[in-house]
């Protein structure tokens, strides 16, 4: 007797809950990269200098010393950036405990379509912060100076945030009737 490949690979498990599963551990993927990004200096980095630019700290000299917490406020899209990342990391939080409360069927019928709405918040406020930063400040680069990591963290927290999306819709329990 043949099995399902499918049937295999989910042993008992249902579907809503593989999926809800699934997409529990890829948003903590992506919330993790935020908050790296979010907590990291190297938002632009001068190549020559070493100096590195966060968004509530520089360093002076590469690596953590010499670093200084601006004392003057931010430039506006500094602040936009910092205001829409630390928003999606909370939006993503809050996908991540409705997405396990739907994963080990402690939630409502609908937690499905919270942990989906969520992702996708955290999503579009991730794209503004990102798309911000880069607008604003591409303009301003030196010659000597690039984009650094925590830049491209919080790109790629952006994809993963829109691609878990689809695994929150689809980890509807009991009842798997869309696919």
Known sequence: MFLHSQDYLLGNM??????ATTGFFIGIAGLSFAIIALATTRWRWDTST???NGLFES?????REFCITSTTRYEPY?????AFLIMGCICSF???IVNLLNACGKGTSKCHLYAGILYI?????????CAVYTGESRPK???VEVFGYSLWLAWASLIIHL???PFAFLSKDRKFEYV
């Open 141 to 143: 680069l030196a010659a």
């Open 121 to 129: 918040l955290s999503g579009v406020f991730l794209l503004v912060a």
């Open 14 to 19: 249902n579907r809503g809950t593989f999926f």
């Open 94 to 96: 809050l996908g991540l």
């Open 163 to 165: 691609l878990v999306v």
């Open 50 to 52: 070493g100096r590195q």
């Open 78 to 82: 500094v602040q936009a950036t910092q």
């Open 59 to 63: 360093c002076l000299i590469g690596g």
